[in-house]
Structure formats: structure tokens, C-alpha cells
């Protein structure tokens, strides 16, 4: 069983940046599709981005590219989120969730996704 954590969440003026963090345990995620996703006050859930199993292809929301980088680092079994030039509509809980049906496409719906951490809160104030 694969349990999922997430760090990194704060509160950051407009412009700043934060480095989210999902640590994977219990079992590899290596050969799992990784997505970050976010969620308002009353809102759905949010595709952010999203990485395949090995890395090598990315998939972002118009709305956070250029600005938001995800990453893995397989060794230490952790899926990364770089987020830069923060704005106030980035506000809300963000949750990485693992797709380990589907290793080689990212994918972005929620329903996609089988596993999910508790979320981090990022707060961006203007």
C-alpha cells in the first residue's frame, strides 16, 4: 500500500515561490504516473500537472505553464513541484495523487487517479 504526503505549502506574497513536496512510502511509485492537483474553497478539484514514470513527459494546466515545473527524483522516491511567480489564483489545498494503472500518460482527471496524499496548503497573498 502506497501512502502519499505532501509538503511544502505556506503562505507567500504575489511573485514568490514554493517547492512542494509529495514523499512516497510503503512501496516504489517509480513506474506511477504523478499528478499535482488543487483544490479552492468551494471549488473542484484541479489538474496542475502532471509527470510519466520515467520523467520524461510533463504535462501542465494553461494556466501554471511557465511559471510551475514538476519533477521526480526516483531514488528518493519523491514527485516535486516548483511553483514560481505566484499569484493570488494559485491559493488552495494542492494533493499529488498516484495513476499506477497507467504509468505512461499523464493524465487529468481526478477520477484518473487511485492514490491521493492529504494535500498542503498554499496561500498567496497579493
Known amino acids: 500500500q502506497v501512502q502519499l504526503v505532501e509538503s511544502g505549502g505556506g503562505l507567500v506574497q504575489a511573485g514568490g515561490s514554493l517547492r512542494l513536496s509529495c514523499a512516497a512510502s510503503?512501496?516504489?511509485?517509480?513506474?506511477?504516473?504523478m499528478g499535482w492537483f488543487r483544490q479552492a474553497p468551494g471549488t473542484g478539484r484541479e489538474f496542475v500537472a502532471g509527470v510519466t514514470w520515467n520523467g520524461r513527459n510533463t504535462v501542465y494546466a494553461d494556466s501554471v505553464k511557465g511559471r510551475f515545473t514538476v519533477s521526480r527524483d526516483p531514488a528518493k522516491n519523491t514527485v516535486y513541484l516548483q511553483m514560481n511567480n505566484l499569484k493570488p489564483e494559485d491559493t488552495g489545498a494542492y494533493y499529488c495523487?498516484?495513476?499506477?494503472?497507467?504509468?505512461?500518460?499523464?493524465?487529468?482527471?481526478?477520477?484518473?487517479?487511485?492514490?491521493w496524499g492529504q494535500g498542503t496548503q498554499v496561500t498567496v497573498s497579493s
Open positions: 510503503g512501496r516504489t511509485v517509480r513506474t506511477y504516473a
Open positions: 495523487a498516484a495513476d499506477y494503472l497507467v504509468g505512461t500518460v499523464v493524465a487529468t482527471q481526478p477520477s484518473s487517479y487511485e492514490i
